[in-house]
């Protein structure tokens, strides 16, 4: 029951984020290390689009190996004073709940490095992530 009112929080929060702004910044990136070993990095493609100059919303594709299916997730991110707070789904599966702090980082005028601590409600394990794009 509280993965469920987490999950329509999350989709509340989207909603109002669409109605407040039409337009804003993408975000497109790749990388990611959390929940994996050293030698087993995985690089999941993402796009995100921000809403509002505070929220951010977006989908990431990632496959661990040839073994396993493509798994699609959803995040968002909350930002505040370059902070951001951040929550992900893993296939609307609100059993997967994934929530996280961590900073953006803007390396030249376009090109970011997000670092962050993400605890994994399923597994219940905290896990960093370093992911790095392109804003436009």
Not at 34 to 42: F, L, P, R
Not at 68 to 84: C, I
Not at 102 to 114: A, Y
Request: aromatic share 12%; proline share 1%.
């Amino acid at each position: 029951m509280k993965k469920t009112i987490l999950t329509i929080c999350l989709v509340v929060a989207t909603i109002v984020g669409t109605q407040a702004q039409t337009k804003g910044d993408w975000y497109v990136g790749a990388g990611d290390i959390s929940n994996v070993s050293w030698t087993d990095w995985a690089v999941a493609p993402t796009v995100g689009y921000g809403f509002t100059d505070n929220l951010m919303v977006g989908l990431s594709i990632s496959q661990a190996d040839s073994t396993v299916d493509m798994e699609l997730d959803v995040h968002a991110r909350y930002f505040h004073k370059g902070f951001f707070a951040y929550a992900a789904v893993n296939g609307f599966d609100t059993e997967t709940l994934s929530l996280g702090v961590g900073r953006m980082f803007t390396i030249t005028k376009n090109v970011f490095v997000d670092p962050r601590i993400v605890y994994n409600t399923e597994d219940k394990t905290t896990n960093l992530g370093l992911g790095f794009g392109l804003r436009f």
